[in-house]
Each structure stands twice: as structure tokens, then as C-alpha cells.
């Protein structure tokens, strides 16, 4: 018996299987930002075979459950402590580490390749504008949300529980922005593939970015499709 269908949201798909997001991905279908969909809407607007699909997603959830191990794990089901801890310690702390790296990459690609290749500018704009508003977003996750989530769960205060859905969306609206530059960064460097001739600093430019985009799709994800109905959910009981 088939687990997933079309008719379920994109997000609670990735949430209760989250290997699909590799899937996914492979299809272009956005699984962070537009993970509130339902999964036929994306099948429609992009004209992928809904049969071929389901069928890999269903498959492979099969082989994970009859046990091949898998380090994955189960979101839905951990402490509201250790969902935070993950998104601070793994995916805050990669664009801490990451982002001046890859200003510097696209920074000198610019300067040495863009006269012959214009769309470097472009890259290079809207890597600084995503770079831009993710430090400010970490911030207001890191000294709003999350210091009110915990402060909540400690002294039970609707106050602190308030402010932490009261900030979501902004949130949100910062995670759809960044979703936007994601897709207009991959499709004007035709899905990170640098030119034949390109130089290491080239290539390594853009597979710095195909990994960015990897580790914020995983980030946005956390954030929207669990942490956020989660803290919804405790607002309505």
C-alpha cells in the first residue's frame, strides 16, 4: 500500500520521509518554501509525471523502513530544544561559516570572468542580496523566536508564546524571498554548470551555491513545515 499520494501537502511528505526531499529536488519541485502546497499542484504547473514519482517516493520510503539504516532523523518527533539546537548548531552555523566564502568566490569570478561572461553580475547581486537578508534573519531567529520559545516551555508564559508566533510571518515572508533568489540564482547559471572552460575558482564558485542552496532547503524546511505548525499547534490547545 502506497504511503504518499498527490493530494498530500508537499511539506508533510518531506517531514514524515525526509529522503523525498532528494527526490524532489531532482524534480525542481520546491519542498522548503512552497512546502505548504499540495503535491499535485507542483506536478501540474511543471508537467512531471505523477506515476513515475510517486512511485520512486513510495519505493525508496519502503527500503527505509524495511530497514536500511539511515542516520535521519525524525523531526516531528523530537523536543522543541533539540529542533532548535539542530537548526542553530548545523544550518545557522553553516552560513556563519560559508557565506563571507562564497562572497569572496563570486566576488573574484566577477572581477576576472564577468566581462566575457555578463551573468556573473547577476549571480553576484543576488548573492549579496540572499547573503544580506539571512544575516539579518539568523538574528531575529536567534535573539526573537527562539530565546521566546524557550522562555515559554520553561515558565508556560502566553506572552513568550506570542512572540514567537507573532514574528512567523516575517519569517515566512524572508524564507518565500529567499526561495525567489534561489530559483532565479539556479536558472540563470543553468543548475550550477559553470562553463567547460571555466577556471577552479569558477567551478568551485558554483558548487559552493548548489551546496548553499542544498543545506537552505533543508534549513527552510525544519523551519516551515515543522517548527512553525508546531508552535501553531500549541497556540490552538
Known sequence: MSIF???????DIVAKFPNAADILKKYRIDFC???DRLLVTAINEQGINEEELLERINISYEIFKNNIQSNDRNWLEVSFEELIDQIVNS?????????????ELTTKILRVHGAKHPELSRV???????KMDL??????????QYPAIKSYLMNNNEADLDKAINIIKQLQDEHTGAGNILKELREI??????PANA?????????KLDEMESDLFQHIHLESNI???????LKEN
Open 135 to 144: 544575516e539579518a534573519h539568523l538574528i531575529e531567529e536567534e535573539t526573537i
Open 124 to 130: 553576484y547581486k543576488l548573492f549579496h542580496t540572499i
Open 189 to 194: 547559471t543553468n543548475d550550477y554548470e559553470a
Open 5 to 11: 499520494n498527490s493530494n498530500q501537502k508537499i511539506g
Open 227 to 233: 517548527l512553525f505548525p508546531r508552535l501553531c499547534n
Open 199 to 207: 577556471c577552479t575558482t569558477y567551478r568551485l564558485a558554483y558548487s
Open 33 to 35: 518554501c512552497g512546502g
Open 91 to 103: 544550518h545557522h552555523a553553516y552560513l556563519y561559516e560559508n557565506l563571507p566564502k562564497i562572497s
